[in-house]
Nanobody, 124 residues
């Protein structure tokens, strides 16, 4: 069993930055691929980015490429999402997840564990 706790969400103006943090329990964190997903009001939950166990391989949805960066610190059992140049359309609840592969994991079948989510609101 893995527990994931996200933090770092909040309200920011368009063009601003936020860094989300996901703290994971468990001694095998370094063996997991990790991902971030988001769900806007009234919309389906969607993939944002993922990273492999070592941190050397990543994938991003097109809309965040060049603006968001995923990283991890296996010594701290933590994964991060640095979000720059935020846009109002980035507004959503952001979820951390243990994923089965770093390569564009499916929201429906590619996730083993979910965090509780953290709200990100970008004002125009």
């Amino acid at each position: 069993q893995v527990q994931l706790v996200e933090s770092g969400g909040g309200l920011v103006q368009a063009g601003g930055s936020l860094r989300l943090t996901c703290a994971a329990s468990g001694r095998t964190f370094s063996s997991y691929a990790m991902g971030w997903f988001r769900q806007a009001p009234g919309k389906e939950r969607k993939f944002v980015t993922a990273i492999n166990w070592s941190g050397y391989m990543t994938s991003y949805t097109d809309s965040v490429k060049g603006r968001f960066t995923i990283s991890r610190d296996n010594a701290k059992n933590t994964v991060y999402l640095q979000m720059n140049s935020l846009k109002p359309e980035d507004t959503a609840v952001y979820y951390c997840a243990v994923v089965r592969s770093y390569y564009y994991p499916s929201t429906s079948s590619g996730v083993d564990y979910w965090g509780q989510g953290t709200q990100v609101t970008v004002s125009s």
